[in-house]
């Protein structure tokens, strides 16, 4: 996806060195938080300097093409996506606590879930137009799983309707996020979708 306030959340493409690591840092703390690890997460009240604030004022406008959503605005989003949206609810979810790519998400099959050792294999993508091929990087990898995550999707899979599986281009699969078909999910509408969200929430760059 590109482009508009959903490009900042499927479209990253680079970030600034320190506001990455603190995103990156964030998520993991947030993930302990989700499993009753730790009580808070420690990223998310920690300081800017004086030094770090003038900076940021003075990229604010290169920043803003790389958004990174603050644990408030993910929160803000997440409920009102619980109740009027739950498909996007659980795509958004799988997403900030993956760190996966829109197309991988897009791409993800119900087999490619290990509920016992709480691992997800991402193998491959879909592209806008619908189509399967490899990951951005032409690499398999496996991804650690959060209990508060796979709460979310195993309750997700109890509770989806029969769809039929697709050809992913190495064997047939029913995929958790889709169409009535069983076809990957729209990227424009999608898109679309998000943007309704962001909207009610008024959250903006």
């Not at 796979?150 to 989806?160: E, H, P, S």
């Amino acid at each position: 996806m590109t482009g508009g306030r959903a490009g900042r959340i499927f479209g990253i493409e680079r970030a600034a060195t320190v506001r990455l690591i603190r995103a990156t840092l964030s998520v993991v703390f947030q993930s302990a938080v989700d499993d009753r690890i730790i009580d808070r997460n420690p990223v998310a009240s920690a300081r800017t300097s004086q030094r770090g604030r003038k900076a940021k004022a003075a990229n604010r406008v290169a920043v803003a093409k790389e958004r990174v959503f603050t644990e408030a605005q993910q929160a803000a989003l997440l409920s009102w996506c619980s109740v009027r949206d739950d498909e996007l609810h659980d795509l958004l979810l799988t997403l900030l606590r993956l760190g996966l790519r829109p197309g991988e998400c897009r791409a993800l099959g119900w087999s490619d879930i290990d509920f016992t050792k709480r691992k997800v294999r991402v193998e491959f993508s879909v592209s806008d137009k619908g189509t399967f091929g490899p990951t951005k990087t032409g690499e398999r990898r496996s991804v650690d799983m959060s209990p508060a995550l796979a709460d979310v999707l195993r309750l997700r899979q109890l509770k989806r309707t029969q769809r039929a599986p697709v050809d992913r281009g190495e064997g047939m699969a029913e995929l958790v996020f889709s169409n009535p078909s069983g076809t990957p999910l729209d990227d424009s509408r999608l898109r679309k979708r998000f943007d309704l969200a962001m909207d009610e929430k008024a959250i903006t760059a």
